[in-house]
């Protein structure tokens, strides 16, 4: 049965409604789909009494009961003769993901964790345990696939750990959530895919290169992860040579981050007619004739002794400029004498995170071996990734020289539940931005505790003495705190020896919180004059530190009355030899302790 | 009689009225709070003194003397139970030293009272109950009322198709929401829902004109008009008979009806010794009520039949209502009480035997689904093609396998000979995503529960998946 003069009648009905039926005798059109209706209606019970009450609109007085009625009828009626039947080639799921799917997580818990994902929460860092279990449901998988339009570092960390469990399986999955519809859409998902994959889905990111209906900045994440394969560079020629704008600059950045001869000879042309503007691009490359010129700007902006001239660029501008060149030795080294050590090394620390070659580590460690007092965090940290267990023997005497420095990065060694594994975390070096750790070991080495439990220290600056054992004694204590249970006792023995003898040596809190977590099982006698060296070696460095911890020790009450009321008298002592500020603090510390009790 | 041993990190989580207090009474945990924690020898109670805002610490409570732990606090705060509840159960979790103390006169003198009102309870349940005696009087007043009511909605409604429905302006808008206010005086809460739904919805079409919306605008004001007839034929009928009184019948919830359990047991409305499961959960908001409902689709393990729970919790009053959450176990009810609707009826229970679920049960639930796609469609469009009924209709449909259209992707649900697309509504937006992302191996020879939908556009029907049933177990979409 044709049914659609049904269907007209029915969008006829809504037309009057939507115009209103004060005019329904004039709709002629109305009439006549009622007039061609009428055979159906002739046919079917249920048509013949919709056409019965659509006649009756033409007579009735007032006749808006009858098409609220008749419309009511005509939507009934048009669901009865609603088709279900879908003849669409189909093909089976090809998505095999983890076994054992978790999928029995509370609504309330789900919901709570997809919020997290959809606002790329900083808590994606530090997932709890629970959290952690929740990776496999397929419904934070689903929130992740729909968060990858985001750009945000805490994505990136997630992402990682989705990549862990899903491996390539989430590479279809990635793809699909590009959103090619949006101008505005960003190009995290494809930077996922050549995360996941590298050059296996070259074919896909050529397609969205040359792709001039897709949004912009897929087309530059796509350029971008073309660079991963060298048979890439005549189509990144291509693009450079017929694209404008963004897409040009992303094609020309790519192209001469390969070295091979079709970027030399573009980068000459650059450098030919060489503007400031064209500076990132030769920071981009990597090439002998980008390395050259790079090196040539920087020695044409000191002065014969190593300075810098007073109408050269600024040191970091050079060094930018030295980028992704990993045998741009000569203008490193040049540079030294102008940059502190910390910023030089981030230069050449960024270079190694975009592309961890053999080339750049090995650049890095004959720059160390050269100049080993300004190249010894960026040396510490090749040696972390390559050799993790020697890493400190293999940095010699510098290790002992420049161990503040050094244990700021060990302070971002931590040990990932998800993984199971101790990470090094880019940001120890101020490395900010996409996949921010490295993972290095399960167990963590003994050199690296010897290291931070080290009693040694042949500084002869005491602010910096004190300073690096504050620090050693904040490393062991983030140690304890969070290293992997089965290292727990091999850490805490030396740990805590190291705090009872910091305890003569520094006032930090880090030591007494030591002590007082992790030394559970000391005789009161242990205890004894711990707070007495916290404060007076406080004072001798000019600070008033608080009366704390010993609450936490397992002291009798009048044994802590009774230390801190002599810790009082030894303070009156200072009267005078130290600012009366400080002295004032401490007093007020000691007495408010004395009230307390 | 259960022992504090009895708490479980669930326990509490069960128990908090929402996150939120769960989260501030772990803060209370953490941050040591509380000044002293007693337990008393039998271990049947924990209590303690909290630092609060006020001068006096509060005095806090958990007793576990009876079938359900009894909460008791000294602050004012109106949650049940409150953050120092949780708070001192949460440090009874954390292994924190109870000092044991004898159980205060207070709550002996409390344990005593309850224990008198469960012996009177029991004895009133030996008796044979009368049911509440009715006022026919006020019921009769308060149907002409509404009828009053029902005649100045219609004239809303005839006016609204009379002028034409695209033709609302914000002006007459204003006009209509005063309209639609009075309707409250009218003891008419459904019919002014609805009323509010149009004029939203009108006052969105005058910003951006749309077809799609129109239509919506005009299935509402038929919706409108639909409800006011047949509610002024009820209405009409029970003023007739004389029988003013409830009856299985959706529009006395309709007109605002409040249905009291022992209403629905008289007129039968009940099943003994049920056995259900959860299916699905979800939290949905409704912006026209301005709640959340807290909604979840059950099977009953015995007919396969679908119902429904709604916890509705208004915005305003939300974090006094305790939110509800999934549930995963069997329950056994001894009395489930349905409410008057149709395919899928609104259940509710008082008291629930919670086991958890064995393998076998899902082969059970399985045995249960719609015999084909064929008969599931012709139920759900019987259902659909009544005007006041929802715009889906839930069902367990069973499937060999649920494979993806190569063109664009869409879901399609394959049994025997026959098909149908799966596709997402508004309740369920992101289920035939997760859907796609879900192991292979799940979507072979299980039961999908769907909301069955017709697209007036496509002039088809549609099934919204919700949740997967597979022999071993219950996948949730959403």
Known sequence: MNVTPFYELRSRLYACAAAGCQTVSEDFRLKKAVDEFKPLAELNKAFGKLSALCQSLFTAENPSRQLADAIALADALAVTQGTFADNSEVIPSEVSTVSGQMINAPYSVISEFCEKIFKCSPNLYELSEDETALLSDPRVLMAFIKACGKNSTYLDYFSEMMFEIYGDRLVPLLKNAVDMSDPKASGTAVEYVSAVSGSAENAWFLSLARDENAPQNVRIAAISALGKDSKNVPYLLELYNTEKGKVKNQALDTLVSIDCPEAEEVIAKLIAKYKPSCDSHISAACGKTATDFAVGLVKSGLTPSGYLTNESRRADEYLSLLSNKPYADEGFLLLAKQQEPEIINQFLLISLRRKNTEEYRALIHRLFEKAPQVFYTAEFFVLLTEDTENAVARMGKNAEEHRLELLNVINGINYDKFYGEYCLDWRAARIYGRYPVVRLTDSYPQQLIDFICDRRCTLSDNRLRNRTFSSAAEAALMLLNSCNPEDYERIKVPAVNFAFFLCSEISSSYVLEIISQHFKDGKSSDYRGIITKFVLNGLKNGSSMPVRGIDNFPLSESEKVEEITALMNKVAAFKGQIADFVYDHQMRYIKDYLNRK | ?478
């Not at chain 2, 949780?86 to 002996?108: C, E, H, R, T, V």
Request: glycine share 6%.
């Open chain 2, 1 to 478: 009689m259960s022992t504090v041993n009895s708490i479980t990190a669930e326990l509490i989580s069960s128990a908090a009225p929402n996150a939120a207090a769960a989260q501030n009474g772990q803060k209370i945990s953490r941050s040591g709070g509380f000044q002293s924690l007693f337990i008393s020898e039998d271990k049947t109670l924990i209590f303690g003194d909290c630092k609060g805002s006020g001068s006096k610490p509060y005095r806090t409570s958990a007793d576990f003397s009876g079938d359900a732990p009894v909460f008791r606090c000294s602050c004012p705060s109106r949650q049940f139970p409150c953050k120092h509840c949780l708070g001192i159960m949460y440090d009874w979790l954390a292994g924190k030293s109870f000092g044991i103390a004898p159980i205060p006169a207070d709550i002996l003198e409390k344990r005593e009272k309850l224990a008198k009102r469960a012996e009177k309870g029991v004895s009133d349940e030996a008796t044979v109950k009368k049911p509440p005696k009715q006022n026919k009087a006020a019921a009769e007043k308060k149907l002409k009322k509404q009828a009053e009511g029902l005649e100045l909605a219609e004239k809303f409604v005839n006016d609204l198709f009379s002028r034409g429905i695209s033709s609302v302006s914000s002006a007459a808008a204003e006009q209509y929401k005063n309209l639609a206010k009075q309707l409250g005086d009218y003891y008419l809460p459904e019919p002014q829902a609805i009323m509010n739904e149009i004029i939203t919805a009108a006052e969105r079409l005058t910003a951006s004109p749309d077809d799609r919306e129109l239509a919506r605008l005009t299935g509402l004001c038929v919706k409108l008009s639909s409800a006011v007839r047949k509610s002024k034929a009820y209405i009409a009928e029970k003023l007739e008979s004389g029988e003013v009184l409830p009856e299985d019948n959706i529009l006395y919830e309709e007109m605002g009806g409040v249905w009291k359990l022992t209403q629905l047991k008289e007129i039968g409305l009940f099943k003994e010794n049920a056995r259900i499961i959860q299916l699905s959960f979800t939290v949905l908001h409704d912006n026209i009520h301005k709640a959340d409902i807290d909604f979840a689709y059950w099977a009953d393990l015995d007919t396969g039949e679908i119902s429904k729970t709604e916890n509705i919790r208004p915005l305003k009053a939300a974090k006094y209502i305790k939110a509800e959450n999934s549930v995963f176990g069997v329950h056994r009810i001894k009395e489930l009480y349905r409410y008057p609707g149709g395919l899928n009826r609104r259940i509710r229970w008082e008291a629930a035997d919670i086991s958890e679920a064995e393998v076998g049960v899902y082969a059970e639930l399985l045995s249960k689904t719609e015999k084909s796609l064929s008969d599931a469609v012709k139920r759900a469009k019987n259902e659909l093609k009544n005007t006041l009924s929802d715009e889906n209709a839930a069902l367990l449909v069973p499937y060999d396998s649920i494979e993806f259209a190569v063109s664009d992707g869409h879901p399609v649900l394959k049994f025997g000979e026959e098909t149908i697309a799966l596709r997402p509504n508004e309740s369920y937006p992101d289920s035939c995503k997760v859907l796609s992302v879900l192991d292979g191996q799940y979507l072979k020879n299980g039961a999908l529960l769907g909301e069955f939908f017709y697209s007036s556009e496509e002039r088809r029907i549609f099934v919204c998946p919700v949740s997967v049933v597979t022999k071993d177990g219950i996948i949730r979409l959403c």
